[in-house]
């Protein structure tokens, strides 16, 4: 009752409220519980006692009863880029907006000052054609779809439209010029990659001009090439016509540079990785399935005398962690290395191989699961140290329940990540994108959502395949090593975030967080769970307690780590949008649009005890807050768009309901908000924590780290720098090794994985590896001490004691298959091309008026291929947070690098409606 009536953003911030909360929490604890939940909460300062982040009072800013001013845009913002990750660059801000019919790119802001208001101007117009090409050409093909810069020399910055030109600053977008694409091709496919340490370097791979016909998916002549720049796009040269014949076409591409690490230079600046065909009568046009035509070479000299065949058959590559990780089809008659490969008749014309090279792509090995189940589709997702990857393997599995869930495996890397043991099964995942992530800044943790096995045997859930009923949270602090339940709070600040039932059995109950498949489902998706390398320990989410995670907006509440994911409390009654600043001192935090409107935020600077208020003039439906990539400002950005003006909403200024509303940002600066309540933080304002508890050890140390004291609610400064981390040597437990390549985990014991066929793996066929008894292996990048109390045969990284290999049978299947999704894809995006460019507007009228029913909420074709273009856009540039760009994990399937749209499985599937026209 007493926690009952706190409603929304109410009176819920105030101590009494928490207080109020707190008896209430305490009236229903029973039995034993009781004294160990009065103890933790004295201890975290709810009931007082050692009280150090009671809130004593909460403030509305600005001070002086103004309100913040929005700043409008044409439509709504869909991504921020700030110039460069260096503190006197991070006041250029570019926001691109929301394409607006007819055009295919948005509109593109720029602000010389943080993004304040009255610094924004529309630069678009000052790009020569950028917004009205010239009379009768190119119909739609306006705007810009994204931007380019080095971050070293953040000044110089591309900027790609759909059409022919690109346009070119080298004054962080004071002026503007207007230049030809490489070879005058459709921007709209260009894949674009600046030279890490080059700035004026630049590779564009572009479809070739015989691909804006609209038969381009049939015809084998349509095909890429690669493009040179060395003066920051002004100039370019055709890689294909200066390699005189010895390159046909190409594929996948990348600077050889990027496997540099920091000082030791893998190879010279000017090398080029690529997937190449090397003769004309063997292209296949846009959709050549896996094959072995293609070759994996590298070139020196931009192909101007023979390149370097590194591995034939190679069709796909990522650069990760300083290794290669290589697609091979299953059907090539010879390994990387060049020895014939047996194939033994079980090659399948649509299969895969993985393989990884640790020492820049001179030797691979095979990349092995132990699973018998052939693969669709990867995604590699780094580790903490950036040295290897997660690979998590959507599975053809043979059981039609399984096969048709939303899930894939996890597998965590080891031995140069040719051995990859099963870490977690049924990760839930959503199209390409898996709710698996690190938790930034504290290493070894990770957060997944995983479907209960409870879905396989409810008959309900086999009916009505409503797989997302099932999802579960869990988190691991030993890099996958083993998974647990969240910890759900003890104690609520807002009663309606406890959804466990009062009585009976609340032993289900857990803590549940939306993942970045939820962030990623567009219009109605929601929040994930976010954390910052640079603010250590904090990690907010959305989510609910329940037993499992909830959709439904009525059941989401906010909630806040700050010791990287091992309690949790809550922090708002509804599912916000967050972000934070300052070095993570300082949190900000407002209903998010799924909500509705709202017309204030929250920020907090004691990590969530006292939420302040902002008010804001007019009411907005927010979409996202951002701060500059490295979180270290106070100055943030929130965008959303205009909502609805209705009597609940009298400050909302949309009024054609139908229309498109304006986009609104609001710049948040918490310094002039702040007045004289701004602090700067002493020494004496820091202290010294181990993540995640003083007494546990993270990947074999025990690492200690500075942090701002809860209570001190001052400001670290933009140029603070966080004292060094410490990191002792911790004596090796259980918890340091996971289940040996071949076993998975069953509670606390690891057993043999069930049912794994005879294929071999070749690192064990070759002795390498040693299959250790213990079934346990060292967790990649653990440094324990002393495992052999563990671990008695092996050094836990397939080593005789030694240094002596010696041969263990184990079994495991590695041939992968990539679900090839190329087909359709490639078709609609021709058809794209061509819709834009030559379909007259009756053409147009006709199609939409066919294909209407097919597409649902969708208003038109253009919606279909704009947002099909966005949702690509986003998948490549926002990284699998969402929330920043500053680094993004690489998504190893066809469509990644073959261009297209992202459209769902189920698009996919459909056939084509245009394709008949
Ligand atoms: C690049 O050069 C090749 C070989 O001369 C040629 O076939 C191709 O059309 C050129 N690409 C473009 C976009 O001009
Ligand atoms: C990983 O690869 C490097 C370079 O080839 C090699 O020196 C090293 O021994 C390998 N380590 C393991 C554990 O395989
Ligand atoms: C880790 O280091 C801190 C600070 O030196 C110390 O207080 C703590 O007891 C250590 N924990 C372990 C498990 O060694």
């Known amino acids: 009752m007493k926690c009952s009536f706190i409603g929304r953003w109410s009176v819920s911030f105030s101590v009494f409220a928490i207080i109020l909360c707190y008896s209430g929490a305490h009236g229903r604890c029973e039995g034993d519980s009781c004294p160990q939940e009065s103890r933790n909460a004295r201890a975290s300062g709810l009931l007082g006692g050692t009280a150090v982040q009671q809130c004593s009072s909460v403030k509305d800013y600005p001070l002086d009863g103004t309100k913040l001013q929005p700043v409008n845009f044409e439509a709504p913002v869909i991504d921020l880029r700030w110039a460069g990750l260096n503190h006197d660059y991070d006041r250029y801000v570019f926001a691109i907006t929301e394409p607006v019919e007819p055009m295919v790119g948005g509109h593109v802001w720029r602000s010389g000052s943080y993004g304040r208001i009255g610094s924004w101007t529309d630069v678009t117009k000052q790009m020569p054609d950028a917004l009205l090409p010239r009379q009768g050409s190119d119909g739609d093909l306006t705007g810009i779809l994204d931007l380019y810069f080095h971050e070293d020399h953040p000044e110089k910055i591309l900027f790609a439209g759909p059409s022919y030109n690109y346009w070119i600053t080298e004054d962080f977008g004071r002026t503007y010029a207007k230049v030809d694409t490489p070879g005058r091709t459709l921007g709209f496919w260009h894949e674009i990659k600046i030279h890490p340490s080059r700035p004026d370097w630049i590779l564009a791979k572009v479809r070739r001009s015989v691909c804006e016909e609209w038969d381009a998916s049939t015809n084998p002549w349509c095909a890429y090439d690669l493009f040179l720049s060395q003066d920051f796009g002004k100039g370019w040269t055709n890689l294909t016509a200066n390699s005189n014949g010895l390159i046909a076409a190409f594929w996948d591409f990348d600077w050889g540079a990027n496997l540099h690490r920091s000082e030791r230079r893998a190879f010279p600046d000017e090398t080029i990785l690529a997937t190449v065909y090397e003769r004309a009568d063997q292209m296949k046009g846009l959709t050549p399935g896996w094959d072995k035509d293609m070759h994996f070479v590298h070139s020196t000299d931009f192909f101007k005398s023979a390149h370097t065949k590194l591995a034939a058959c190679g069709n796909q590559f990522e650069l990760i962690g300083h290794k290669v990780f290589l697609a091979l089809p299953s059907d090539c008659p010879t390994d990387p290395d060049g020895s014939p490969q047996p194939t033994e008749g079980q090659a399948q014309a649509d299969s895969v191989v993985l393989y990884a090279s640790a020492d820049e792509a001179q030797t691979f090995e095979q990349v092995c699961l132990p699973v018998r189940w052939l693969d669709l589709g ?20 043979e059981d039609m329940i399984t096969k048709r869930a939303p899930m894939g495996n996890i597998y965590a890397p080891g031995y140069n990540n040719t051995l990859y043991s099963l870490s977690m099964t049924m990760n839930f995942r959503r199209r390409y994108i898996t709710d698996f992530g690190r938790i930034e800044g504290i290493p070894g943790v990770y957060m997944a959502n995983q479907l209960s096995s409870k879905m396989l045997t409810d008959p309900s859930a086999m009916r009505s395949l409503d797989f997302e009923k099932f999802i579960q949270t869990k988190i691991t602090f030993n890099g996958g090593g083993s998974w647990q339940d969240l910890a759900k709070p003890q104690h609520y600040r807002h009663g309606v975030c406890n959804q466990c039932p009062s009585k009976g059995d609340s032993s289900a109950c857990k803590l549940h967080l939306h993942g970045p498949s939820s962030w990623h489902d567009g219009p109605g998706g929601r929040p994930s769970f976010y954390s910052h390398e640079n603010a250590p320990g904090i990690v907010m989410a959305v989510g609910n307690t329940g037993e499992y995670l909830e959709f439904a907006a009525d059941t989401m509440c906010t909630w806040l780590s700050r010791d990287g994911g091992a309690t949790w409390e809550d922090v708002a009654p509804n599912a916000g949008i967050y972000e934070y600043g300052d070095h993570g001192g300082l949190l900000i935090l407002a209903p998010h649009e799924t909500e509705g409107p709202t017309d204030s935020l929250k920020f907090s600077l004691d990590q969530g005890a006292c939420w302040h208020s902002i008010h804001l003039q007019e009411a907005i439906d927010i979409q996202n807050i951002r701060v ?41 600066d918490l310094k002039p908000i702040m007045g004289s309540d701004w602090r700067d933080c002493g020494g004496e304002d820091y202290e010294r924590w181990s993540p995640p508890t003083p007494d546990s050890c993270l990947m074999g140390r025990n690492i200690t780290m500075e942090r701002r004291r809860r209570s001190s609610d001052c400001f670290n400064g933009k140029e603070y720098e966080r004292a ?41 066929d070759k002795e390498d590896y040693v299959v250790s008894q213990s079934k346990y292996r060292l967790i990649d990048g653990d440094t324990c001490m002393d495992l052999s109390h563990i671990i008695t045969d092996t050094d836990g990284k397939g080593n005789l004691p030694g240094g002596h290999h010696g041969r263990h049978p184990a079994h495991g299947k590695s041939a992968s298959i990539f679900l090839v999704m190329l087909g359709i894809a490639v078709v609609l995006g021709a058809i794209g091309v061509w819709w834009f460019k030559f379909a007259s507007d ?42 920043d760009t500053y680094e993004r994990d690489a998504f190893f399937q066809p469509l990644a690098s073959g261009g297209g749209f992202g459209l769902d499985e189920e698009e996919l599937h459909e056939p084509s409606p245009l394709n008949g026209h």
């Open 378 to 397: 990867y995604n590699l997702v780094k580790t903490h140290d950036g040295a290897s990857a997660f690979l998590v393997v959507d599975h053809d599995e």
């Open 628 to 668: 500059e990539p490295k979180a270290t400002s106070h100055v943030f950005v929130v965008h959303g768009q205009a909502c609805l003006k209705t009597p609940a909403h009298p400050t909302c200024t949309h009024t054609k309901e139908g229309s498109t509303p304006a986009g609104k940002i609001y710049v948040v």
């Open 724 to 764: 060094e981390t410490s990191s002792n040597p911790c004596h090796c437990t259980k918890v340091d090794v996971e289940c040996e390549y071949g076993f998975e985990r069953h509670e606390e014991e690891c057993r043999p994985i069930v049912g794994l066929d005879d294929a071999r793996c070749s690192v064990l």
């Open 842 to 883: 009756e053409v147009k009228a006709r199609i939409e008026e066919t294909i209407a029913p097919l597409m649902g909420g969708l208003s038109s074709a253009w919606r279909l291929l704009v947002e099909g273009t966005m949702r690509l856009k986003e998948r490549v540039t926002d990284g699998y947070q969402g929330h």
